[in-house]
């Protein structure tokens, strides 16, 4: 008999392979292979936090997160993405990652397929899975993004789709047509949409479209993360029909309690303060983009432009990402997010222009 007996739930899931390479990386090596923004949180938001801390708002809050800031992402919710909720349709989570996670434990029953983009964010198949749930991945086309009705002829029997526009890690950006008709065929089929909009300031060429905007069985999740430059706050939130918030809250609660209370102050002043230093983050990015993006053209790198989020995903062989990566690039294969492109490797660009004029210096040698 083994001696530590592990659960197969989560045996059988493997450990994200992002974080794996960074572990095979020598030292001074660039590091283009974490999902995460480069700037430091806006000074308004750490003195939040800081006043937060020196009033002693450091003991539990309620499950569901304080009503102030409840109330403030009602107000974003419905002046930025045109959608309607109540401060009890609102559950603050630990970042994203939990509320995606409280979702699928209360929605997924054993077998249950959840449909998801793959290439795409490596936690939907993990998650579905330790929910009990079967991943199902969703290929893409040419420009990255779901076919509609390729789509469709899944949704039967399914239980979730996870729509993320932008997108983790192809950068791609769902127009409004095609987002209106995943959510249609899904809410057709009996499927809740589950969408993940972390990305969703970040946007270059194009507009955003909230999915919430197209049907009634629609989850929207999101988070300071990638918006605010507060990936370690540890703060998001989902917002969705009651009955999915009142039973999402049963595995918040007995698996988190509530999220961070400092935190959450310092979000409130995120929602609530001055915007400006998301559009400056934004314009950034779109620089690094506009540069790497040609530089990899230029390369002889043959792949569609990246409207939003912080990603390049670039087509190349694994023995070429691994030439890279020994040259001192961190980038992450393709075969981290499913197994449709494992001839990819994602570079993220949330890097100083510092850093990728040296990365591309480093590719250009490996490319030759
Ligand atoms: C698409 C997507 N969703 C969710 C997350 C997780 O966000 P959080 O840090 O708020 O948990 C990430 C992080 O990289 C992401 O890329």
Redesign the pocket.
């Known amino acids: 008999m083994e001696k530590y007996r592990i659960a197969n739930r989560v045996k059988d899931i493997e450990i994200s392979g992002i974080r794996k390479l960074f572990d095979a990386a020598g030292p001074g090596s660039i590091n283009l292979g974490l ?2 923004p480069d700037f430091d949180t806006p000074e308004h938001i750490k003195q939040a936090a800081a006043r937060a801390l020196a009033m002693g708002k450091t003991g539990y809050t309620p499950n569901l997160g304080i009503l102030e800031l409840r109330e403030a992402l009602c107000r974003k919710l419905s002046q930025e993405n045109n959608l309607s909720y109540t401060p009890d349709q609102v559950i603050v989570t ?7 996670h409280i979702i699928m434990q209360a929605l997924v029953e054993e077998g249950d397929r959840v449909l998801f983009a793959d290439p795409g ?1 490596v ?1 939907y198949g993990a998650l579905a899975v330790m929910a009990g749930g079967r991943p199902d991945g969703l290929s893409l086309d040419s420009q990255f993004c779901i076919d509609p009705e390729a789509a469709k002829e899944k949704m039967d029997g399914a239980r979730i789709l996870v729509l ?1 526009s932008p ?2 890690p192809t950068g791609a950006v769902e127009d409004k047509e095609s987002i209106r008709a995943l959510v249609e065929y899904a809410n057709d089929a009996g499927v809740t949409v589950v969408s ?1 909009e ?2 969703e300031h970040f946007i270059y060429d194009t507009r955003h479209w909230s999915a919430g905007l197209f049907g009634e069985d629609v989850i929207t ?1 999101n ?4 918006t605010f430059a507060m ?1 370690g706050w ?3 939130y989902m917002a969705g029909p009651k009955e999915y918030v009142e039973q999402s809250l049963k595995v918040h609660q007995y698996c988190q309690a509530c999220a961070s209370s400092v935190s959450q102050y310092a979000a409130l002043a995120g929602y609530t303060g001055p915007q400006d230093c998301v559009r400056e983050m934004r314009d950034e990015y779109r620089a690094r983009r506009d540069y790497l993006y040609g530089r990899m053209r230029e390369l002889g790198f043959d792949f569609p432009v990246p409207e939003g ?1 912080f990603y390049l995903f670039v087509p190349m062989k694994r023995s070429m990402i691994e030439q890279i990566i020994k040259s001192g690039v961190i980038v992450v294969p393709g075969e981290a997010f499913g197994v449709n492109a494992p001839d990819y490797a994602r570079m993220c660009y949330a890097a100083s222009m510092d850093d990728l004029e040296r990365a591309v210096e480093r590719i250009s040698a490996v490319v030759g």
């Open positions: 999902g995460e630990a970042g994203a990652s939990e509320a995606l964010f936690s993320n997108g983790n993940d972390v990305y999740v988070a300071t993360s990638k990936t540890r703060l998001g989020a």
